[in-house]
């Protein structure tokens, strides 16, 4: 059996993880839990949503400025190079036409990747601000073994990169490698943190993308310890959007996508309305309603 046919076996994440001051042992939780709940993982902070929304809205320079900005101001956590990497990420699967229901409808492209390469400065820089973040993260463990705010940046790191690893290098094997890492995380994660819902974004895609697989597919998978079902996928996703914080636009997308292939396009018309209405600015969401209720395409997009 042909390695490709594990390229769907993960896809995208994004978001943010951090915490002002790791010095209190975890042998005081009551110090642990007022970390915690100053930490922008767990709590909205007005830049960072700032940048957020100019990352969904594919303002990507802007993005990055303020992500910069901020990680200047906490150099030591996780939150700011997490944030730059998916900047750098969300770009590249814009340009190459990866958010999009002509990619996902597209059975080819859904289970193998791109046409072509990836952007080599872009991937560079990812790659850098993703490794980064995985030192920061690591360095908390070491002073808590269960700090959620490290799981939550190394559930993102994993993430991001076995979707880069599938969809734009096409390295299946490693991309399933990371998949699994990702998953691992986002459970130690929740065990910590039930209400960190923008978690649910690693698990509900690859729930989703492993239940498109073929039957054979999926038992194969299945000795490696990956599973996959799409209902429950969908439902994860839709947690996300019910309680996420950063990556609540970005489940939406996902699970817009999702119902368009699953030719549930009530939902889908309703989550892109929503994301066109957010994000004026953005021909992608408009573009996208556009094609969910079957009109003519108000605005083009221009990677």
């Known amino acids: 059996m042909h390695w490709r046919i594990y390229s769907v076996a993960s896809f995208l994440l994004f978001s943010a993880a951090a ?9 005081c939780p009551c110090h642990v839990e007022d970390e915690v709940a100053k930490s922008p993982a767990f709590r909205t902070v007005a830049e960072l949503s700032s940048g957020f929304h100019s990352l969904y809205a594919q303002n990507f320079s802007e993005a990055r400025e303020k992500f910069d900005h901020w990680e200047s101001q906490h150099p030591e956590e996780p939150f700011g190079e997490v944030a730059i990497a998916a900047s750098y990420l969300f770009e590249e699967l814009y340009r190459q036409g990866v958010l999009s229901s002509d990619f996902f409808l597209n059975e080819k492209k859904f289970l193998h990747g791109i046409d072509g390469k990836p952007d080599p400065e872009r991937m560079k820089n990812f790659q850098a601000a993703l490794d980064q973040a995985r030192k920061l993260a690591k360095a908390l463990l070491a002073k808590n073994a269960r700090d959620p705010e ?27 490698k990371r998949l699994k890492e990702g998953n691992e995380y ?14 649910y974004v690693a ?7 492993i239940g498109s697989l073929s039957g054979g597919a999926r038992f194969f998978l299945m000795f490696g310890g990956v599973h996959g079902d799409k209902k ?3 439902q994860q996703l839709g947690k996300t ?27 889908a018309q309703k989550l892109l309305l929503e994301l066109s209405q957010e994000f004026p600015e953005s021909p992608l969401y408009a573009a996208e309603y556009a094609k969910a209720m079957g009109r003519p395409i108000p605005a083009q997009m221009h990677p």
Not at 186 to 199: G, H, I, V
Request: proline share 5%; charged share 25%; hydrophobic share 45%.
């Open 241 to 267: 959007i019910d309680g996420g914080r950063y990556l609540q636009p970005f489940a939406k997308i996902l699970l817009a996508l999702a119902s368009r292939r699953e030719k549930q396009n009530p939902l």
């Open 232 to 234: 429950l996928g969908m």
């Open 19 to 27: 915490c002002p001051d790791r010095s209190v042992s975890s042998a």
């Open 186 to 199: 986002a459970k130690r994660l929740l065990a910590e943190r039930p209400d960190a819902n923008d978690a």
């Open 203 to 209: 698990l509900g895609t690859a729930n989703y993308i």
């Open 150 to 176: 490290a799981f939550f940046a190394l559930t993102l790191a994993a993430g991001m990169e076995s979707n880069a690893d599938m969809m734009l290098k096409k390295q299946h094997i490693e991309s399933l």
